[in-house]
């Protein structure tokens, strides 16, 4: 599955909240692919020129757990993405079908 997404990190690793200058929303091109979720700058971002930032923007999916975030009410459409090592992330997805397709996709894969 791939597609356009903002995201913004919260968490870095348990406890360590994203520093203030890194908690802005940013666009990417996300590819989930063998329990990797790979994010580009778009949909360009397997190409060699990106490669050193495709390796700087994985989040490994193995043991992370997606849920709707009902309670960050600022967007619509945002899910919750916590992994393994407690990094948590929002996704705003385009609309309501997408928003469930991204959560179960990462939940069942
Ligand atoms: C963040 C940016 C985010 C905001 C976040 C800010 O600043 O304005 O949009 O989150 O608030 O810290 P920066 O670009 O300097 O990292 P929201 O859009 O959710 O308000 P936060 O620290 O309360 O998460």
């Known amino acids: ?11 870095d690793t348990s406890f360590k ?17 063998d329990l990797v979720l790979y994010l580009h700058k778009d949909e360009h971002g397997f190409r060699k020129s990106q490669m050193s930032d495709n390796l700087h923007n994985a989040i490994r999916i193995h043991h992370a757990l997606a849920t709707m975030a009902n309670d960050y ?19 705003q997805t385009s609309d309501s079908k997408e928003l469930h397709s991204w959560v179960e996709t990462i939940n069942y894969v």
Request: aromatic share 20%; with cysteine.
């Open 1 to 11: 599955k791939k597609g356009y997404v903002m995201r913004k990190c919260c968490y």
């Open 17 to 33: 909240k994203t520093p203030f200058g890194k908690r802005s929303w940013k666009m990417f091109f996300i590819t989930l692919r």
């Open 73 to 91: 009410t600022k967007k619509q459409h945002v899910f919750r993405l916590q992994t393994a090592d407690q990094a948590e992330y929002l996704f």
